[in-house]
């Protein structure tokens, strides 16, 4: 499958972004879709998770009280809704699939990605 993100954009400290991100074809319900996210300089770090059958999730702490991942599985969707935005948020935001659980949060256990769109966060 393959997958496109969007929604990227240049905001300021305290505001909200939108991300999506669209499947090509049909995802199966034993899948995940989740977000990643790569900083300037700075290795890959798992962002959320769900699970397309079950629509159960999982987030990295960072990510647990400010961003929302959910999905649309008629359109083959998922968005990841990003409130209170730091500038430490700054990175390019990618959307990957793997066939299994959304628990698994290595970047190698993803094996469709989408490229990356850019959030960028200023003070």
């Known amino acids: 499958v393959q997958l496109q993100a969007s929604g990227g954009g240049s905001v300021q400290a305290g505001d909200s972004l939108r991300l999506s991100c669209v499947a090509s074809?049909?995802?199966?319900?034993?899948?995940?879709l989740g977000w990643f996210r790569q900083a300037p300089g700075k290795e890959y770090e798992f962002v959320a998770a769900?699970?397309?059958?079950?629509?159960?999730?999982v987030y990295a702490d960072f990510a647990r009280a400010r961003f929302t991942v959910s999905k649309e599985n008629a359109k083959r969707t998922m968005y990841l809704q990003m409130n209170s935005l730091k500038p430490e948020d700054t990175a390019l935001y990618y959307c990957?699939?793997?066939?299994?659980?959304?628990?698994?949060?290595?970047?190698?256990?993803?094996?469709?990605w989408g490229q990356g769109t850019l959030v960028t966060v200023s003070s």
């Open positions: 990957a699939r793997r066939v299994g659980s959304p628990g698994v949060t290595s970047r190698a256990d993803y094996d469709s």
């Open positions: 074809g049909p995802v199966y319900s034993s899948s995940a």
């Open positions: 769900i699970s397309w059958g079950g629509g159960r999730t």
